[in-house]
DNA sequence: GATGAATGAGGTTTCATTCAT
DNA sequence: GATGAATGAAACCTCATTCAT
């Protein structure tokens, strides 16, 4: 489902790169609410009137925002998951991605961050679907591949499996770009996440989850 | 440390606890920037300026009401922790006080989930410091003590293992409370968080976590 | 240097006009403290959103109010000051122009005295330099060439002899203006500054500024 | 005149000193409107409901504040002023002290300074006798009798040489304490009124001074 | 005499949105 | 399509003063 205007179709790919772009950086370092649409609109060269013929409110801007976040990430896991891999394959695939995409792109990941604490229960439900919709059903689909190939312990509930390990995914996904996971992940381990070396994380995040797959002690 | 003036230790506690009330209650419901401290004022049945005798600023009274609510979970959780139980009961205990408390305690998890999204970096460490400190000493406490007995595999590192520990039992938290994760649960277990058999989710979580924590397959 | 948006140099010279005035009426009247930005929007005919479009805080407006001010006063001082005048008649002139300019822009000198008071030391740095700097040059440059003309005693100091004169000068511009001076001339002269001939003033004050600045007794 | 309430009368002298020092100290610095009544009582050591059993307002507070410093000054002058000498050696002793007691009791010139540019034209009445009566007498006086011995020149009006006397004398007093005025000298003079030689200043003011009351060039 | 809790009006500043051009 | 001037409600915070004890 689209959130902007009509108009905002029209417009050149450049200038939605730039509105787009420049949303993302005002909302990710301020927050939704402190956010300031009119600064939004000089950053990206446009005025504010056209700002509001592109999109008829602050949130229907925000939601696009998120929205372009949401297909990189996105496209990124599609393409692991789509693989023969094993399980814990593409797992570590997965959680390698997670690593170099939240270093990449740390400013979506900061609007996702946003949104998870939207009090709006409306505009919850439509931004949920949004972002989680595809990732769910490529962990679900993978999960439960892998219980029809018996590659995994045969009593766990695929769905349920599936949002355990993207609660980790995300948790991570947060560690490394959002300021209160970054200070909780130093409380935790001591060194900033920035110092310490991504594959000490990762060889133990995959030691975490393998056990959880994977058959008897 | 205290986020709140003198004054306050010296208001009754009837006053105290109708202040934090009614601040957690409009704190939650509308999150950080959009509550309204003079609506908590009038909810507490006090002036504004008193309020602002009892603390110095909205962030203060802010503070204070989130510290009201780590007390609670707290305690329940140092309980459970200092018994003499191998490491994945006490995962079961903890799982099960989590479920009752994110039920019982909507309000200040929701408190909770609002601060995780701050921007604010100055803010951010403060708060960090006053929510995970206990909760993290406890969980790497028990982990650690769990690998010297033998009791969990060797080659784990018990402060990475409590960190994502405790990153599903967070996600667990705001799943049962923040509309975000409730939606999201929905999304992946195709059911309302409210209608799912607890039980289910429990043991399907420590299944998942057992594994981790255990040798080998 | 200059203490408003560029918003404002756009505007037409009329709505200038009023928003400057309006602010020199309020603060003149109350004082920076007491002064209310919305009523000077008010008067000026302009919403206080527009206000903040002009001046980015309620100090911005009242430099640029006392910028207004400096200047209609600097104009009129550099035309004397430019002419080829012995010293003594261009301070008989100064002194006229200060009556003068003291009886038609009253507001103005208001404001000047209120900046006087100013507490805070940064703000008072530039707000020092705006209003001091040219008319201390004025003075300096026309002692000094008095000095080398030999037109004057040759053992004064030509900053201070200007810094002493134009606190007699200062002087003479808030007892025809603000309260406080106006009732200090009635206790020393024991009529009202207003009943009291300008000439008398002016030749008594000329009196005791030429024999400062001419050789011995 | 009495700006206090009886009750303040009978207080000890000990708390009528922590009183007025306190308010001095608070109304010097943050000047009349910025300065808290509540925390001048703190600083005093009494309730703010004994500070209202003392002073009806805070202006009564201030103008009380203000007199105590008065007095320190008038008293100082007196001695000087019923002396014998000539009129040049009074004026000598006159900036003497001056200089002396801006660097010993800056806070109450600065309070001096603050209702300077007080606007509230009735309570300016009140004040200005307070604070001017007695050292206008002093001037005046001591002119007079000099002009009566042929000390000065006799075409001087005595009461408008005494009012251009205490200009400079004021602006002196300002020079050395406060912000505004402090930086004005440097404007002037190129130098910090603490760093300039207080002869230098003291000897050219002279100059400047003794050729206004002297006969012929 | 002494306390200090309590009040609440009032002022600066922000910003999403509109609309005439 | 494009502009940006203009609006004004709303929120945080301060502090002189009162009054019950």
Redesign the pocket.
């Known amino acids: 489902m689209n959130y902007y205007k009509e ?1 905002f179709e ?2 050149t790919d450049e200038r939605k790169k730039q509105i787009l772009e420049s949303g993302i950086e005002e909302f990710s370092s301020k927050g939704y609410e ?5 600064i939004i609109a000089k950053k990206a060269g ?8 592109y999109f008829a ?3 229907d801007l925000f939601i696009t925002c998120l929205q372009r976040g949401t297909q990189i990430l996105d496209e990124a896991l599609y393409a692991i998951m789509e693989s023969d891999d094993r399980l814990l394959v593409k797992a570590e695939k997965l959680i390698r991605i997670i690593v170099t995409h939240s270093k990449a792109n740390a400013n979506y990941i900061k609007m996702y961050n946003e949104i998870a604490a939207e009090k709006n229960a409306d505009r919850v439900k439509s931004m949920v679907a949004e972002i989680e919709k595809k990732r769910s059903e490529i962990l679900i689909t993978a999960i439960t591949q892998a219980l029809s190939k018996g590659d995994v312990r045969p009593d766990l509930d695929p769905r349920l499996f599936a949002f355990f390990l993207d609660n980790l995914l995300n948790a991570l996904l947060f560690s490394y770009t959002c300021d209160y996971y970054k200070e909780r992940f130093k409380i935790y381990t001591g060194v900033d996440v920035g110092e310490m070396s991504d594959e000490v994380v990762i060889s133990q995040l995959l030691k975490f989850i393998e056990s959880a797959f994977t058959f008897e002690k």
């Not at 402190?34 to 009119?38: H, L, Q, R, S």
Request: aromatic share 6%.
């Open positions: 108009a029209r417009a402190k956010a300031n649409i009119n446009i005025s504010i009137g056209l700002m509001y013929k409110t602050k949130e």
